[in-house]
């Protein structure tokens, strides 16, 4: 079974820290992504990566960094963290090929007070 | 332009009926389609793809795409109370290595 696997359940950190989400996937996929749910606006994509090194921005990259050392981990920085980035983040992986889906992590509910 | 429209619903079935959810996309250049079930404060599961125009059908779940009318739709035979869930459809477009997902329909089905 794929496994993608995010470091923490629940987190909660002080406006102004420095966060960093960690995700893990065992498959070998070549693409993995960040995403941010919040109610009624669906799943929002902060950044994503195609290959170790590689990065690109989504949707909403604003307030964060991402970083890819090896090809089995994706992680997630935000730089300062602010409550408006109070969110569920879902990390989520996918081979490279199309008409694959998107495998998902069980999310991390990060709470910034 | 959203690329990924669904309603948010919620949509109410009695146990036993069929949910139909709908989903539309905008980019032509699409070509798998996905459609996740969320219970609340989990993560998306995969629940069907589809790749090409017609029906799949899998035990009681049967997705349909219409790619000239640009639509994909979720059909649930003799719902149940744990279908109770949000459904998110997704696509992913031709020559871009992301999924553009909807922001989900609620379905409750009330026993």
């Known amino acids: 079974d794929v496994k993608v696997t995010q470091s923490s359940r629940y987190l909660v950190k002080r406006t102004g820290e420095k966060v960093f989400l960690e995700c893990v996937q065992d498959m070998d996929h070549e693409n993995m992504f960040w995403y941010r749910q919040d109610p009624g606006l669906g799943l929002r994509l902060i950044y994503f990566?195609?290959?170790?090194?590689?990065?690109e921005k989504g949707d909403i990259p604003e307030g964060y960094s991402v970083s890819r050392e090896k090809k089995e981990r994706f992680s997630l920085i935000l730089e300062s963290a602010s409550t408006n980035q109070t969110s569920m983040y879902l990390c989520?992986?996918?081979?490279?090929?199309?008409?694959?889906?998107?495998?998902f992590g069980q999310g991390t509910r990060l709470t910034v007070v | 332009q959203k690329e990924v429209e669904q309603n948010s619903g919620p949509l109410s079935v009695p146990e036993g009926a069929i949910a139909s959810l709908n989903c539309t996309y905008s980019d032509r250049g699409s070509q798998s389609f996905f459609w996740y079930r969320q219970y609340s404060g989990k993560s998306p599961e995969l629940i069907m793809s589809i790749y090409s125009n017609g029906d799949k059908e899998d035990g009681r779940f049967t997705a349909q795409l219409n790619k000239a009318s640009q639509y994909v739709s979720l059909l649930i035979r003799d719902s149940q109370p744990s279908d109770s869930a949000t459904y998110l459809c997704?696509?992913?477009?031709?020559?871009?290595?992301?999924?553009?997902f909807g922001s989900g329909t609620k379905l409750n089905v009330k026993p």
């Open positions: 990566s195609y290959d170790v090194k590689m990065k």
């Open positions: 989520a992986s996918s081979v490279t090929a199309m008409n694959t889906e998107a495998f």
């Open positions: 997704a696509v992913n477009i031709v020559g871009f290595n992301k999924f553009y």
